[in-house]
């Protein structure tokens, strides 16, 4: 793969709404690279894997958030957005994080499969 885990963004922020307790990491990749799903998920593992390691007792929810461009009849595009996530899962000290990793990753993955079903192409 030639995307190492140096070239990923990785963007944390808290969240206002629970008075600052909730906190949303964001994972990019460089912006001139495209992925499929189910390869990004491969590579930015061991990256997120890091910073839950040291987390326990949190609840976490994986989302995929999804772009694509749709033509319109008068030759324009809009850029329609899906996000796909996982269920919630508490991460308590003794969970393995490659095996938590998996799981939400299929659960992204199957919800990914439903929508292109659906027609979303």
Not at 32 to 45: E, G, H
Not at 59 to 87: D, F, W, Y
């Amino acid at each position: 793969m030639s995307l190492y885990p140096k070239q990923l963004k990785f963007e944390e922020s808290k969240r206002s709404a629970l008075n600052g307790f909730a906190v949303h990491h964001t994972i990019k990749p460089p912006t001139d690279q495209k992925f499929d799903p189910k390869t990004f998920l491969m590579t930015v593992k061991q990256k997120a894997i890091e910073k839950l390691r040291p987390q326990t007792k949190v609840r976490l929810i994986l989302i995929a958030r999804m772009e694509r461009v749709v033509p319109t009849a008068n030759g324009e595009s809009i850029i329609e957005m899906k996000n796909c996530q996982s269920k919630t899962i508490i991460i308590l000290a003794s969970i393995d994080l490659n095996a938590l990793w998996a799981e939400m990753t299929e659960m992204i993955l199957e919800n990914i499969a439903v929508y292109q079903m659906n027609g979303s192409g």
